[in-house]
C-alpha cells in the first residue's frame, strides 16, 4: 500500500487556520462537498425502511434499478434494461477498486483529473497515464480509459464528437471506457450528455460503463449512493465480484436512493441554488482579478489569476477563503485554483463582499 501517494489535502492546513482567523469566520470553497438538506421525500424514504435487519441485496432492490433506468431515460435519453444496473456505496469506491475488478494493467485517465483515478491504478498495481489524448498513448494496450464530463476540477463538457471518438478508438482495442457522469445534471452554459447516449455509442454499451452519484444530484454525500451500468457483460462480472466482496449497499439508503432517482422536484430545486450562488460569485472573482476557463458545468470554477496556484490559495486565505489548489488534481493546474460554490448562500455573500 505504499504506493499510495500522500493526501495532498494535509497540505492546506496552514492556509485554512489563516482563514478561520477572519473575523466573520471562514469561507470554505475547497471541497465539493454539499450543505443544503437531504430532500424530505429522500429522508422519508430513509425512515420507512429503517426496519431492515436482513441483508440487502448487492444487486439492489428491482424498485431501485428500475428507477435509476427511469431517470436516465427521462433526464438523459438513455436507455438500459434495469438488470444491467449495479448499486455503489457511493461513486469514491468504484473509482478507486474498478481496475482491480477487472485486472487491469493500464489504466487512462485525464491530465486534470480527480486523484482517486490514479489511485484506483495505484490499487490494482497498474500502470497509471494521465493523459488527454489517445494519440499521445501509443500502442501499449490500454485496458481502461476514464472520462469525467462534467469534468471535476475543470467543470468541462466533452462535446458529443469528442465522446464519440473516445468509443471508437476503444472498441478498436479492446479498451473499456468508464465515464464517471457524477456532475451530469449540472449543465450551466452547456448540456452534458452521457456515454451511454445513443449519438455517442451507436446504440451499443459494449464495453461502456457509466458511473453516476447522487451526492451532488440529492445531496446525499452523506448516504454514500451511487450507481454504475452499461455493458451487460461486464454489470454482470462486476455483479458477482461485488457480491463475494460484501459490496452491499444499505437496505434503507437504497430505499432512499429509490426515492431520490424517481423525484425530479428537489434536482431542479438544488440546481437552482447552485445557479444562484455561480451567479454571485463569479463576477465577484473576474472583478478581483480571476479569470474562469472551462467550469460550463458542474460544481467548481476554475480560475487563474495568473500567479502560482498556492499564491493565489496564499492571498485568498488572508480574506478568509479557502480554496483548493489546482496542482492538487494535476500538474497542469499549476497556475490555476479549485472554487467550489458549495457553501451556504450565507457563506456566498460573505466571500463576495470580501472579494470587493
Ligand atoms: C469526479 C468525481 N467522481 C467521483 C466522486 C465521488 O463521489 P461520491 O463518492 O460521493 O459518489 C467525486 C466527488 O467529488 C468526483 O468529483
Redesign the pocket.
Known amino acids: 500500500m505504499n504506493n499510495l501517494p500522500d493526501f495532498p489535502w494535509d497540505r492546506l492546513e496552514p492556509y485554512k487556520e489563516r482563514a478561520l482567523a477572519h473575523p466573520d469566520g471562514i469561507v470554505d470553497l475547497s471541497v465539493?462537498t454539499p450543505v443544503d438538506s437531504v430532500p424530505e421525500v429522500v429522508r422519508n424514504a430513509l425512515v420507512e425502511a429503517a426496519d431492515s435487519p436482513g441483508y440487502p441485496f448487492t444487486h439492489g432492490t428491482k424498485a431501485l434499478r428500475e428507477a435509476a433506468a427511469g431517470w436516465l431515460r427521462r433526464r438523459h435519453g438513455v436507455t438500459v434494461d434495469q438488470q444491467d444496473v449495479l448499486p455503489?456505496i457511493?461513486?469514491?469506491?468504484f473509482?478507486a477498486w474498478l481496475p482491480t475488478y477487472l485486472g487491469a494493467g493500464r489504466v487512462v485517465f485525464p491530465e486534470l483529473?480527480?486523484p482517486?483515478y490514479d489511485v484506483g491504478a495505484r490499487l490494482a498495481g497498474a500502470v497509471a497515464t494521465a493523459s488527454d489524448s489517445t494519440l499521445a498513448l501509443g500502442p501499449e494496450r490500454v485496458d481502461l480509459l476514464w472520462v469525467?464530463s462534467p469534468?471535476?476540477p475543470t467543470g468541462r463538457v466533452l462535446p458529443t464528437e469528442h465522446l464519440r471518438k473516445v468509443v471508437s478508438w476503444a472498441r478498436e482495442r479492446g479498451t473499456i471506457v468508464a465515464s464517471?457522469e457524477?456532475?451530469i445534471e449540472l449543465g450551466w452554459e452547456e448540456e452534458p450528455i452521457s456515454i451511454l447516449h445513443p449519438d455517442v455509442c451507436g446504440g451499443s454499451h459494449e464495453g461502456l460503463l457509466a458511473?453516476h452519484?447522487?451526492?451532488?444530484r440529492s445531496n446525499l454525500?452523506g448516504y454514500?449512493?451511487?450507481f454504475v451500468t452499461g455493458d451487460p457483460v461486464l454489470v454482470k462480472r462486476l455483479l458477482e465480484t461485488r457480491k463475494h466482496a460484501g459490496m452491499m449497499m444499505p437496505a434503507p439508503v437504497q430505499a432512499a436512493v429509490t426515492a431520490a432517482l424517481a423525484d425530479d422536484a428537489h434536482a431542479d430545486a438544488q440546481r437552482e441554488l447552485y445557479a444562484a450562488r455561480r451567479a454571485l460569485l463569479r463576477p465577484a472573482l473576474e472583478q478581483a482579478g480571476w479569470q474562469i476557463d472551462h467550469s460550463t458545468a458542474g460544481l467548481y470554477f476554475w480560475a487563474s489569476n495568473g500567479q502560482n496556484a498556492w499564491d493565489q490559495v496564499s492571498k485568498l486565505s488572508e480574506i478568509g477563503i479557502l480554496v483548493a489548489p489546482g496542482e492538487f488534481y494535476g500538474a497542469a493546474g499549476g497556475r490555476h485554483i479549485r472554487i467550489a460554490v458549495t457553501a451556504t448562500d450565507e457563506r456566498i455573500s460573505a466571500a463576495v463582499r470580501r472579494l470587493q
Not at 452519484?213 to 451532488?216: A, M, N, R, T, W
Open positions: 465539493g455503489l457511493g461513486s469514491k469506491e473509482v483529473a480527480y482517486t469525467n469534468g471535476n464517471d457524477c456532475y458511473v452519484s447522487l451526492s451532488k454525500a454514500r449512493a451511487g
